[in-house]
Structure formats: C-alpha cells, structure tokens
C-alpha cells in the first residue's frame, strides 16, 4: 500500500502563487506515475497534471503555462507550483500515484485551493 498526504492549499487573490506538495510513504518501490487532479464544486474531477518516474510531464491545456509539476524521488514527494492563479482554479486538489504494471492508482485525501479577492 501507497499512503499519500497532500499539503499547502489555502486562500490565494487572483493573480498569486501556490505550492502543493504531496508526500508518498509506505510501499513507495510500487509507484511509476505520479500527478494531481482537481474537482470543483459541481464538475467532474479533471486531471491537472501528471509526471513520470523519468521526469516526463504532461499538462491540461488550461494550466499548461502557469502550473509547474515536479518531483523529488529522494524525498519521495511530488509537487505543483501554481503561478498566475485564477477564481477557476479553485478546487479540492488531490495527488495521485500509479502502481508500476498495474491499474492500481492510489489517492490523497484532497487539498483545498481557493482563489478569490
């Protein structure tokens, strides 16, 4: 098992920065891909961003040029920096890590981002 804890959401003005990280602990041999994925209220969960275990990214058109995902393998931890931030990035914001040569994806408990004035 994957255990997976999210942390730096908060209250953010439009235009303003944020830092998730997401620390993984427990059978952390298992993971490949790690990412993050949001829902708003009253929309269906969408992915965000992901990562490889080599580093590869991949964004939603949306954040493309102001989010940023990282990994730290040494600290077992994954992050996203969100730049430029707008009223409908607010979300409940949860990382996720894929099991290597499996189906299996293994969940945080969600952070939330809230970007108002």
């Known amino acids: 098992q994957v255990q997976l804890v999210e942390s730096g959401g908060g209250l953010v003005q439009p235009g303003g920065s944020l830092r998730l990280s997401c620390a993984a602990s427990?059978?952390?041999?298992?993971?490949?891909?790690m990412g993050w994925y949001r829902q708003a209220p009253g929309k269906q969960r969408e992915l965000v961003a992901t990562?490889?275990?080599?580093?590869?990214?991949n964004y939603e058109n949306t954040v493309k040029d102001r989010f940023t995902i990282s990994r730290d393998n040494a600290k077992n931890t994954v992050y996203l920096q969100m730049n430029s931030l707008k009223p409908e990035d607010t979300a409940v914001y949860y990382c996720?890590?894929?099991?290597?040569?499996?189906?299996?994806?293994?969940w945080g408990q969600g952070t939330q981002v809230t970007v108002s004035s």
């Open positions: 996720v890590a894929d099991q290597h040569f499996s189906s299996t994806r293994y």
């Open positions: 427990g059978r952390i041999f298992l993971i490949s891909t």
């Open positions: 990562i490889s275990s080599a580093s590869s990214t």
